[in-house]
Each structure stands twice: as structure tokens, then as C-alpha cells.
């Protein structure tokens, strides 16, 4: 789903304005709230059919994602519907499964690929590298139609947006607790299932070839619902806009703001025999540290024009110790930057100007 952001609308106003004086001293705006929900992903205690039903058997025993809110937070109503969404997987690759209460299920988009979120629509994303840079949407609506395609980066950083992606061997079917497109009766649900193989995600990866226990992938879901009212016997969309519901809530009207998706663990158990803690890695604090320099740099650039080229420029210290600031490093070039900081295991993560995070053992893209 395309929307603006802050950091989206700096950085067009550094790409256009003129430079001010840098004899002004810079108050860095706040950034919303840091705090990605976590899931730990079991194996899949039965083989899942792809048919929109979640049936106890196949997902009686996998647990549901913490409750949906408003994207932008606390500061928002809650949502007026419940939407429950349960992930598992198997050798073969990913499952995710959704019930979303609906009272009133109806949909009006039937050609693939097209902008499906005008309707009603669930979606999802995945960022299995954890880096913010090429990452799968998908979007489907009451009637089963579906668009799914591959993001470069985010729109904030230049996205190149592939709408013609097609995830190789995925599979998805809906369900609707009710009927479509009527107005007389009132509906309990609509449910869908997909399953998207571990090969295709593996696209998305820097050489990564198999996914095991342990591993993390961010994840979001969305769940975009407008208010319809009825005319001439048919649903139609109200002028009071669209809300937005998410598992990891992003602070702004945007989704596309990777950082901020939650955490899926991959556990070795299958769902139902026990339970697996989720474990944060301590890299997380530090790749947070640079997600807020690269931040101040986007405003940096939109107040003076260019990239600080300095560390004080940026004022580190309000953010971490001294100590962790002493041990950053920035090095630009007239249109580029790269920030480093090290982890206590010798590790020293990177970020550079268009947001990609990767550590010392990577090689960037």
C-alpha cells in the first residue's frame, strides 16, 4: 500500500530546497514509539489445505497473533472488529491463516494485480532478511483476488516497485461466514489461508538457502476496511474514508516502515507440544541506534541540503552513552553516507543513505 510519511516528505524537501544557514542549531523531531510485537512460529501440527477454512485440526493448536490496532497506535481508537491471524510452517515453506469479523462482506476488484486495498483487504509483508530493503506485499480481498508484488526498498528510500511479481508456488483461498455483496442478511466472517514456499522467499534473500529454529523473519499484517453504506441494493463505500488495522502498529499512516514490523521466531516444536521463549537479539539495540542516525540525516538533509558529515551534526549522545557514541563512525561522500556501530561481540553493523542495516559479515547489495 503506497501512503507518505515524514521521513518520505523530508526527503523530497532535501531533494528540492535550498540549503539554510548550518549557523542554526537542529532539534530533531521524535520518532514514534519503538516496541515490534514478537510471535514464535510453530510447525504446522497437521498438513494445511489451502482452502480458506481454518479447521481446528490444522490450526486448533497454533497460537494467534496479539491483537490488531490502529496503525498509529494507542493515540487512535481501537478497532471496532476483531481479526485473528495464526502462522505456522513446514518443510515446504510458510502458512499464514486470517478470520476477519465482518458484518457486511462484500468486494468489487476481480482483476489480479490491481490496487486491491480500494476494497476491503487483508495484507501482509515479509522482510526475511531483516533489513528493510526487498520485501513481499500481498493483498486480497472478499472475492479472492490477489495482488502480490516485490519492493526493492521502502517508497521512502526510492522504491522500485515490481507489481508484475509473481511468488512462485504460492497458494491462497477465501472463505466467506456468510454471503457476498448482500445487503439483506448480515455475515459473520471472511477467512483466508496462503502459503508462500520457502524457495520464494529465499528470493528475497542475500544467500541465505534455508530457513531452520531460531531464525527471524519481520512480518506485518494490515487490514485496510472502509465503511460501506447501501444504494440501490448495493454495498458502496461512504466519504469517511478507510481505517487502517495492523498487528505491529508503525506511529504514522504508513506501513511501509519495515523497522517497525514485529519479530517471527522460528521454533523447532510443533504447535501444541510445548513452548518456545522468543529470544531478542541484542543486535537489535544496535541496529535501532543506526535506524535513529539515519532518521536524523533525513532531517538533517531536508532542513540544510546535504548529509551531516559529522557525528556531532547529528548528536548521538541523545541517544545512546558516550561510550557507544565514541565508537561510531561516519563516512560521506557529497551524496552518500555509511554510519557503523559495534556490537560487544566484535560484530559492527552498517547503514547507509537509502536505509539498508547489514553487519560486517554480509555483503551489500
Known sequence: MIKNNLWTALLLLA????????????????????????????????PIHIDGRLTDEEWGAIPVVSDFTDIEGGSRPAPELQTQVKIAY????????????????????????????????????????NNTHNYLEYEVNALGTVWDLFLTKPYRDGAQTLSNWETAGMKSAVHIDGTLN????????WSIEIFFPWSSIRQMTRGKDKFAA??????????????????????????????????????????????????VQLSDKVAGTGETPFVKNPAEETKWLLRNLY?????????????????????????CSLEQARQLTLHTTPSLYEITAPTPDGTVWHIRQDGLVWDSHEVTQ
Open 90 to 129: 513446514d518443510d515446504q515453506g510458510l502458512y499464514v491463516g486470517a478470520i476477519l469479523e465482518e458484518p457486511h462482506v462484500w468486494a468489487t476488484i476481480t482483476k489480479h494485480d490491481s490496487i486491491i486495498y480500494l476494497d476491503n483487504a487483508f495484507e501482509l509483508f515479509i522482510d526475511p532478511d
Open 15 to 46: 531533494s528540492c530546497s535550498q540549503p539554510v544557514s548550518k549557523d542554526k542549531a537542529i532539534d530533531y523531531k521524535q520518532v514514534p514509539d519503538y516496541n515490534p510485537p514478537t510471535y514464535v512460529c510453530y510447525k504446522a501440527p497437521a
Open 182 to 189: 448482500n445487503p439483506k442478511d448480515t455475515d459473520k466472517s
Open 295 to 319: 532518521y536524523r540525516q533525513n532531517e538533517y538533509a531536508a532542513t540544510f541540503g546535504s548529509y551531516a558529515s559529522t557525528l556531532t551534526e547529528l548528536k548521538p549522545e541523545e541517544l
Open 214 to 263: 531460531g531464525d527471524v523473519l519481520r512480518m506485518n499484517f494490515m487490514r485496510v476496511q472502509w465503511s460501506p453504506e447501501v444504494k440501490d441494493g448495493k454495498y458502496v463505500k461512504t466519504g469517511k474514508g478507510e481505517n487502517y488495522w495492523v498487528w505491529a502498529p508503525m506511529g504514522i499512516v504508513s506501513i511501509h516502515l519495515p523497522e517497525y514490523w514485529g519479530y
